[in-house]
């Protein structure tokens, strides 16, 4: 029977707790048992780790976050306003696995510690905004497979990569089954998009017309800052254009040669309708501009 990671996460926690207690005597193995099958090495040491709890393996690492085990539906229902055929059908994934995500989305001063570590050549532009926390822009789906997400495995001895499409939208959903992690609507409080759009009834607010720095908005019951605008967020699958078949198991879709590669979340330039939690985009995986970006995930 598979483990019930959430419970036993924090069976491993009420354990741990006793072992400081001379008298608990079987309860130190006990623990020690639980803890074996649970913890993650970071930094190069052994720890018992829990949904919630976050960590950098490095100065110059991405912030990761824990989360959950759990299952959604992912895709839009008929019913959702400004749904795309592509969204659908709908149809449950269970992730019954413990994944840690970037809190952010990837920012430039992050790609330019591999820069200036040899690990990544291309050295990405940015429109005179600023660089340090903003997200690192102006990087293709290859670039960020080939340069930066090797560089940051090798740098910290843990296989890093792309988040899976069905990953992204249980991660962005964060326990709703609303068309934003916000609820049915949104509003440009809540992310950094184009405000003069509007979506299903929502408040007309900002445009920004510009990228701002990661974790400028609330994070989502995850702990996971601007799944919903500031800029795409290039998804390790293939595009395909609906959920036929799709895995139920949080894994990305097959392989296909010359496939263009999904991006999810919406950018600062688009409307909310983009924004939504089921959206999709797909461009070839050599394309950079100016409101594309990337997290990063590790399976634990």
Same mark, same amino acid.
């Given at each position: 029977m598979p483990i019930d990671r959430p419970m036993a996460l924090a069976a491993c926690a009420a354990l741990l707790a006793q072992l400081a207690d001379p008298t608990t005597g079987l309860a130190q193995e006990a623990a020690r048992r639980v803890c074996d099958s649970l913890?993650?090495?970071?930094? %190069?040491?052994?720890?018992?780790?829990r949904p919630g709890d976050t960590f950098k393996e490095c100065a110059d690492c991405p912030e990761m976050i824990v989360l959950p085990a759990g299952e959604f539906q *992912?895709?839009?229902?008929?019913?959702?306003? +400004?749904?795309?055929?592509?969204?659908?059908?709908?149809?449950?994934?269970?992730?019954?696995?413990?994944?840690?995500?970037?809190?952010?989305?990837?920012?430039?001063?992050?790609?330019?510690?591999?820069?200036?570590? %040899? !690990?990544?050549?291309h050295k990405p532009r940015d429109p005179g905004w600023g660089r340090g926390r903003r997200p690192v822009i102006n990087v293709s789906w290859?670039?960020?497979?080939?340069?930066?997400?090797?560089?940051?495995?090798?740098?910290? !001895?843990?296989?890093?990569?792309?988040?899976?499409?069905?990953?992204?939208? /249980?991660?962005?959903?964060? =326990?709703?089954?609303?068309a934003f992690a916000t609820g049915r609507t949104m509003s440009s409080?809540?992310?950094n998009f184009d405000g003069t759009s509007t979506y299903d009834g929502g408040e007309k607010g900002e445009y920004r017309k510009r990228t701002l720095e990661v974790g400028s908005f609330a994070a989502n019951a995850f702990g996971l800052?601007? *799944?919903? !605008?500031?800029?795409?967020?290039?998804?390790?699958?293939? /595009?395909?254009?609906? /959920?036929? =078949?799709?895995?139920?198991? !949080?894994?990305?879709?097959?392989?296909?040669? +010359?496939?263009?590669?999904? *991006?999810? =979340?919406?950018?600062?330039?688009?409307?909310?309708?983009?924004?939504?939690?089921a959206a999709r985009g797909y461009v070839p995986p050599n394309t950079r501009f100016i409101y594309r970006g990337f997290r990063v995930v590790r399976k634990l």
């Open positions: 913890e993650t090495t970071i930094s %190069g040491t052994a720890q018992c780790v *992912m895709g839009s229902p008929e019913d959702e306003a +400004g749904r795309s055929r592509i969204e659908g059908p709908v149809h449950r994934v269970r992730i019954d696995y413990t994944l840690a995500l970037g809190v952010y989305e990837v920012t430039f001063a992050e790609w330019d510690a591999c820069v200036a570590d %040899g !690990g990544c050549r290859d670039d960020a497979t080939t340069q930066y997400i090797p560089w940051l495995s090798q740098k910290t !001895g843990q296989t890093y990569r792309l988040l899976s499409e069905a990953e992204w939208e /249980y991660a962005a959903r964060a =326990g709703t089954a609303t409080r809540d992310a800052h601007d *799944m919903h !605008g500031n800029v795409w967020e290039w998804v390790q699958d293939c /595009y395909f254009e609906s /959920y036929d =078949g799709a895995p139920a198991d !949080g894994t990305a879709a097959p392989e296909a040669p +010359g496939c263009q590669r999904v *991006m999810r =979340g919406g950018s600062w330039i688009d409307s909310p309708r983009v924004l939504r939690s």
